[in-house]
């Protein structure tokens, strides 16, 4: 299967990516998350994208293209993968496209867009806290972590991503729905656009996203 998932900021795409992965044995590629790692790695990539995350703007695309077109490289992306945070315009998407073809069977079989209002995105990441180690994703309130401070799935420190700061969240929300459209559209016309309603808990949108991206 190769699937994206799409949609405001916290809006829950990493949490579902992260456990649909691991039940169908696929690759999870948050390009947030490869961004975050060029960041602390101290390479050139990450040092120039992280003034970007930081103040919520997107990241330019020569950077994130090679960033996450070196990943869909490695082997184990070969049958499939599950894309989260990329693409978020339309540019990206055709990007995209050019690098998987377009040939007999469309580049994508599911673009999965996650719908959630503002008021619950911005209540989802002002409890948000982010294992340093692996990036798992916990909430004070809604996940909370069998041990406070420490990751269930490494031990790693849980800590408040800089870009869940109030002002930052506002200015991703900003761009994200400047760019919504051109990409609702994109999926669209290919028709592998699907929509889920990501208000509820965790399980319950997890059913409804195998639901959709059922037969895929
Ligand atoms: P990125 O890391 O991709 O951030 P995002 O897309 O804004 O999404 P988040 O990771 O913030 O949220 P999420 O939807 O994964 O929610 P989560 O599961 O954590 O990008 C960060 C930055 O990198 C960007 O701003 C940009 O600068 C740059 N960047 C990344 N990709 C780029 C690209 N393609 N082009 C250019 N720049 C790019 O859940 C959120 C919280 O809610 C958690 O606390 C979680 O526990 C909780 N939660 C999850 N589901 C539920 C539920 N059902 N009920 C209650 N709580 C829930």
Do not use: N, W
């Not at 994130?64 to 998407?93: H, S």
Request: hydrophobic letters at 40%; glycine letters at 12%.
């Amino acid at each position: 299967m190769r699937a994206l998932f799409f949609g405001p900021p916290g809006s829950g795409k990493g949490t579902q990516a992260a456990r649909l992965s691991a039940r169908r044995t696929l690759p999870h590629v948050s390009s947030g998350d490869l961004l975050r790692a060029a960041a602390r790695s101290g390479s050139a990539i990450g040092l120039r994208a992280k003034g970007f995350m930081d103040r919520g703007e997107l990241v330019p695309d020569a950077l994130v293209l090679e960033l996450l077109f070196d990943r869909l490289a490695a082997a184990d992306c070969g049958a499939g993968f599950l894309l989260d945070g990329f693409p978020r315009t339309e540019a990206q998407a055709g990007a995209l496209e050019g690098r998987l073809g377009r040939g007999e069977r469309a580049a994508l079989d599911r673009a999965l867009r996650f719908l959630l209002a503002d008021e619950a995105v911005l209540e989802r990441m002002s409890g948000r806290r982010s294992c340093k180690g692996c990036g798992t994703p916990f909430h004070v309130s809604f996940r909370p972590p069998k041990v406070e401070g420490r990751c269930d799935r490494c031990g790693g420190e849980l800590l408040r991503r800089p870009d869940d700061a109030p002002e930052v969240v506002r200015e991703r929300l900003a761009v994200h729905r400047r760019d919504e459209a051109g990409l609702v559209e994109f999926y669209r016309r290919r028709s592998v656009l699907r929509e889920v309603e990501a208000s509820g808990s965790v399980e319950e949108v997890a059913g409804r996203v195998e639901l959709l991206l059922e037969g895929a």
